[in-house]
């Protein structure tokens, strides 16, 4: 007995099928896969939006920490100066350097930020020079010490008298 089940094939019956079922399948696979595919693409879009936020804030970050490291090492001095401790006695001793009859006196601490002394200093000087040297030499003392207003000069006979309230400021 011979198969004749090659012979009675329409190609056309059979060509229509294909088709018809290639057709069903990628309607299904757009419907099913184009949600998914749009979803995705919003995902990316949202994925490289942070990512440029993130290095945004990343130069951010950097440029701050740059700017620190260099505040750190331009205000190295001022910062050993504030975390200091204030000595009464150091200090007159040093304005004894540059003034005479010196008389410090305790002055009520206003509402500052650091502000640990306020002093009201009264002293003789010989010459203008001796409080250009004293405001120069502030800059390397042991402490951060503010020269504040008014500072007032009046001429005496024995020389001239000052008086300034210097703010001292330091770690709380």
Do not use: W
């Given at each position: 007995?011979?198969?004749?089940?090659?012979?009675?094939?329409?190609?056309?019956?059979?060509?229509?099928?294909?088709?018809?079922?290639?057709?069903?399948?990628?309607?299904?696979?757009?419907?099913?896969?184009?949600?998914?595919?749009?979803?995705?693409?919003?995902?990316?879009?949202?994925?490289?939006?942070?990512?440029?936020?993130?290095?945004?804030?990343?130069?951010?970050?950097?440029?701050?920490?740059?700017?620190?490291?260099?505040?750190?090492?331009?205000?190295?001095?001022?910062?050993?100066?504030?975390?200091?401790?204030?000595?009464?006695?150091?200090?007159?001793?040093?304005?004894?350097?540059?003034?005479?009859?010196i008389?410090?006196?305790?002055?009520?601490?206003?509402?500052?930020?650091?502000?640990?002394?306020?002093?009201?200093?009264?002293?003789?000087?010989?010459t203008?020079?001796?409080?250009?040297?004293?405001?120069?030499?502030?800059?390397?003392?042991?402490?951060?010490?503010?020269?504040?207003?008014?500072?007032?000069?009046?001429?005496?006979?024995?020389?001239?008298?000052?008086s300034f309230?210097?703010?001292?400021?330091?770690?709380?």
């Amino acid at each position: 007995m011979k198969d004749k089940s090659f012979e009675e094939i329409n190609i056309v019956k059979i060509l229509i099928l294909t088709l018809s079922f290639i057709s069903v399948c990628t309607a299904l696979i757009l419907f099913l896969l184009l949600p998914t595919l749009k979803a995705y693409k919003e995902l990316g879009i949202r994925e490289n939006s942070q990512i440029a936020l993130l290095n945004a804030t990343k130069a951010k970050l950097n440029a701050s920490e740059v700017k620190l490291a260099q505040l750190r090492s331009e205000n190295n001095k001022s910062l050993e100066q504030f975390q200091n401790s204030f000595s009464e006695k150091n200090f007159q001793v040093f304005l004894s350097q540059f003034f005479k009859k010196i008389q410090i006196k305790a002055i009520k601490n206003q509402n500052e930020s650091y502000l640990k002394h306020t002093l009201l200093v009264n002293a003789y000087l010989d010459t203008p020079k001796n409080l250009y040297d004293f405001i120069d030499a502030l800059q390397n003392y042991d402490n951060l010490i503010k020269m504040d207003y008014p500072l007032k000069l009046k001429a005496q006979k024995s020389g001239i008298e000052l008086s300034f309230v210097a703010k001292i400021y330091g770690e709380k």
